[in-house]
Each structure stands twice: as C-alpha cells, then as structure tokens.
C-alpha cells in the first residue's frame, strides 16, 4: 500500500522518513514516491494492505543499479499474541522502460533474480539497507 496511506501517527511517519533518509543516504540523486500505486480498481485489487511501498526514481536509467526506478515493499504481520506489527520482509524491484528488469526479496534467499542485476556494490548496499529497514521496524536485524 502507498506508504502516503500508511502514515496514520506519528511513530509511523518518522518511520518512513527514517527508510526514505537511509537510501537518500546512500543514493542521494533520487526522487521519492511516497505514492508508487496508482489509485483504480485493478491496481487496488493487487495492492498488499499489510505493507508500506514507497518509490525510488533515478534522473535516468541507473548503470549501478541498472534501473530507473526502485520499488520498496516492506511487509508486515500484525502478531496476535503479543499484538504488535513487526516487519517480516522486504521486496525490492527494479524498473525501467522495458518493465521489470529485476527482484529482490528478504523472505527468501536474499538473491537478486531478473534479466539483470545491481553491480555488486549496489547489491551490498541494498541487502545493508534492507537489514536497517528491519532495525527500524523490529528493533534487531534479521
């Protein structure tokens, strides 16, 4: 869901500003979507209500990250014993013209797979990324 639309307090606010901070960080060049879907029927039936999506796009196609634009989804699981909502993964998609050009997920093998990938560098930095992500959310890396 459109991380815009998950913003419901303020803890959950700086949260993302914290996640939007960290890849600037990182990727200073940037632009952030804080709205990555867009709001019809066929989009919002496809839409996970349990995770905060945000948006990454790059001036123009990124060589290091070879993509233009970056999909955050961090998903989440509220817990129904100790009735707090954790983190419980990260996906991450890479974009440009042609559609998809590669995916990245926490809840697997933490493996890049696609018709291409990051440089090496760029992958590391994400996968650090991803743990801060989780230390955020969670309070520990995964």
């Known amino acids: ?46 839409v996970d209500p349990d995770s905060i999506d945000i948006g990454f796009h ?11 634009s970056i999909l955050i989804q961090i998903r989440f699981h509220q817990d129904p014993l100790e009735g707090h909502r954790r983190a419980i993964g990260v996906e991450a998609g890479g974009y440009d013209h042609q559609g998809q050009q590669w995916r990245f997920s926490t809840v697997e093998n933490w493996q890049f797979v696609g018709a291409t990938s990051p440089v090496q560098e760029v992958a590391e930095k994400l996968k650090q990324f991803c743990r801060q992500i989780f230390e955020l959310f969670n309070g520990s890396a995964k």
Do not use: I
């Not at 790059?58 to 233009?68: A, L, N, V």
């Open 58 to 68: 790059f001036p123009g196609r990124s060589r290091s990250f070879q993509s233009r």
């Open 1 to 46: 869901m459109n991380a815009a639309e998950q913003v419901n307090n303020f803890e959950v606010a700086g949260k993302v500003a914290a996640v939007v901070n960290l890849f600037k960080y990182e990727f200073p060049d940037v632009k952030v979507d804080l709205k990555p879907w867009m709001n019809d029927p066929d989009t919002r039936k496809h």
